[in-house]
């Protein structure tokens, strides 16, 4: 599932544009094609083609792993789920088998949102709160402080990989980039989360806040089909390396499930507390 240096990278180029690639602001909307409506989470699909007919795209930005299109008159958001990808292409091209929903838009241009495993949703609303309220802070935000992660880790019993992937705790994390920040800061994955310190607690927000620059600066991790353009994935620490040597001290990184997800670790640098 593409995390936040992931969404982040595609809002980037959605924004800015790339070599050929152009920039979405300032285009039109001509038609909306709906090919899979189960897309869509709201509103009904006449509606939806309705209220986007003609309308501009003003601004792209992230909140958490939402893509968040502002519109002239509503926003358009995008969770990608599992496969989810969104980019412009032209649109004399032929869609793509595993498109579910394209836009044509001016100067013959198609923004097509492509999702093979079917997950991926979009939502078109007023207000942007209404879908993102319940979101934890950003991560990388200059009001999100080593004292307030340590609060919410104390205001909380539970074992720190499962609260790290809860998105109303803090937002935009996956299974990457949770076990790379744990492994910088030396912190066994299941250990208890109000057993933390203060030293400790800094070090999971400083090493949170290291790894997602860092996947931002190489445009994400590509490790699967569905994801574009990344190189996150070759400076990976214990990510799916399991049975490999750890970089820092050499141990076999080893491979458990928390919370019902696989989870990577190395066993010498984050050991588990008695207690946990």
Request: proline fraction near 7%; glycine fraction near 8%.
């Amino acid at each position: 599932m593409p995390e936040l240096p992931e969404v982040e990278t595609i809002a980037r180029l959605l924004r800015e544009g790339q070599g050929p690639i152009p920039a979405i602001l300032e285009r039109r909307i001509l038609a909306v094609h709906l090919l899979w409506e189960r897309t869509l989470q709201t509103p009904a699909p006449d509606e939806f083609r309705r209220r986007l007919q003609g309308e501009v795209f003003c601004a792209v930005n992230r909140r958490g792993k939402f893509l968040v299109l502002q519109l002239t008159q509503a926003v358009m958001l995008v969770h990608l789920r599992m496969s989810g990808d969104l980019f412009i292409e032209p649109g004399s091209a032929t869609p793509a088998p595993h498109h579910r929903l394209y836009f044509e838009l001016d100067e013959g241009l198609r923004l097509a949102f492509n999702d093979a495993r079917k997950f991926g949703r979009v939502w078109l609303t007023e207000d942007a709160q209404t879908v993102l309220a319940d979101l934890g802070p950003e991560p990388l935000d200059d009001s999100f402080t080593a004292m307030q992660l340590h609060q919410g880790l104390q205001a909380r019993r539970r074992q720190l990989k499962p609260l790290l992937l809860d998105q109303t705790f803090l937002a935009g994390l996956g299974n990457i980039y949770t076990d790379e920040a744990l492994h910088r800061a030396k912190l066994h994955p299941a250990m208890l989360s109000q057993n933390l310190n203060t030293e400790q607690a800094t070090a999971l927000w400083d090493s949170i806040r290291q790894v997602l620059r860092e996947g931002i600066q190489r445009n994400g991790a590509s490790i699967d089909w569905v994801y574009r353009g990344g190189e996150f994935q070759n400076h990976f620490q214990v990510y799916q390396r399991t049975g490999r040597p750890c970089p820092v001290c050499g141990a076999t990184i080893q491979r458990m499930v928390i919370g019902q997800r696989g989870t990577h670790f190395c066993p010498s640098c984050q050991p588990l507390p008695e207690g946990r």
